[in-house]
């Protein structure tokens, strides 16, 4: 049984920072392409960061380029997203994603003012 769990979300001030996980079991991680997406109330989930497999050769949203962060542990199958200089727009919940078809249950990131 694959199981995604994300941590690391919480409350942060403009401008601060903040460092997402994603601890994944069940699944051979080092195989996987790993990603993570969010998603504002009311609007759909937009695809943020991915790494490859086997290269970890990285790819991001044009929003969150120069801010964010994304890189992973094959030997504690974990994946991160490390965000800094946060902006109220990054308000979401984050969710970590296994290739195509796992999804872990999402972590929430709050901007506050």
């Known amino acids: 049984q694959v199981q995604l769990v994300e941590s690391g979300g919480g409350l942060v001030q403009p401008g601060g920072s903040l460092r997402l996980s994603c601890a994944a079991s069940?699944?051979?991680?080092?195989?996987?392409?790993m990603s993570w997406h969010r998603q504002a109330p009311g609007k759909e989930r937009d695809f943020v960061a991915r790494i490859s497999a086997v290269t970890g050769s990285t790819t991001y949203a044009e929003s969150v380029k120069g801010r964010f962060s994304i890189s992973r542990d094959n030997a504690n199958n974990t994946v991160s997203l490390q965000m800094d200089n946060l902006e109220s727009g990054d308000t979401a919940g984050y969710f970590c994603?296994?290739?195509?078809?796992?999804w872990g249950q999402g972590t929430q990131v709050t901007g506050s003012s």
């Open positions: 994603q296994a290739g195509t078809g796992y």
């Open positions: 069940g699944l051979t991680f080092s195989n996987y392409v």
